[in-house]
């Protein structure tokens, strides 16, 4: 039977069960990753999350749906909650709905960008975010459908506000909800029901239309 497991990744947490850099020996010690934490066999992360960002990683040994929810064919909402330093302007905020941003080698589709009033209840982060007394800081809600290198930070940073801390808090059905940093569960059938029913409402909409033809 298949596993599939909801994990909240701390922060300065690597997204693999290994560190290759200490493997290669380019590092005298391993640093903190997914072994530390989750003892599961045969099990791998279905998407990628940052080193120095926290929340929702989604594991499974289900080779076939981690293909599918990582390969861009099957594009899922992923949301983010972004705490930036200054207070981005709605000129910012649509600019980041709109999509287009250059970013390299690539342009950004449209993302849901909303700046919340209040701060978020979340966890402390160790260690605490750099705060300066006369620059303030505000929390945006992104929700992309992509997942890029460190795609939200070159975003924000785009549009003049740089990302100080990132938490996924939800990818597609999947919420992190109540689960603290460190901990998993596994996701429930009803979750992975929900996860295939995304994937097959993305497939279909990628399926170019077919053309009638006049008999």
């Not at 997204?15 to 640093?31: L, N, Q, V």
């Not at 978020?120 to 997942?147: C, F, K, M, V, Y």
């Not at 940073?157 to 808090?169: F, I, K, S, W």
Request: net charge neutral; hydrophobic share 35%.
């Amino acid at each position: 039977m298949s596993r599939y497991l909801l994990f909240n990744k701390p922060y300065l947490v690597l997204p693999s069960f290994t560190d290759p850099d200490y493997e290669r020996g380019e590092i005298d010690a391993p640093r903190p990753a997914l072994a530390d934490y989750i003892s599961v066999e045969g099990v791998y992360p279905a998407g990628r999350l940052d080193y120095d960002s926290e929340g929702l990683l989604f594991l499974t040994d289900d080779g076939a749906l981690a293909h599918r929810m990582t390969h861009p064919t099957f594009f899922h909402p992923k949301t983010y909650l972004v705490q930036v330093e200054g207070i981005p302007d709605e000129a910012a905020l649509n600019t980041l709905r709109r999509g287009g941003i250059s970013i390299k080698e690539y342009h950004t589709a449209p993302a849901q960008a909303r700046l919340l009033d209040s701060d978020p209840d979340l966890w402390p982060r160790d260690p605490p975010i750099r705060e300066r007394a006369s620059i303030p800081t505000a929390w945006l809600e992104l929700t992309l459908t992509e997942g890029k290198k460190r795609q939200v930070r070159r975003m924000t940073a785009a549009v003049g506000y740089p990302t100080l801390r990132l938490v996924r808090v939800a990818i597609g059905p999947l919420r992190l909800d109540d689960l603290q940093p460190g901990q998993w569960r596994d996701a429930t059938p009803d979750e992975i029901s929900a996860v295939h029913a995304m994937l097959r409402q993305s497939e279909q909409a990628r399926k170019p239309a077919r053309k009638k033809y006049k008999r």
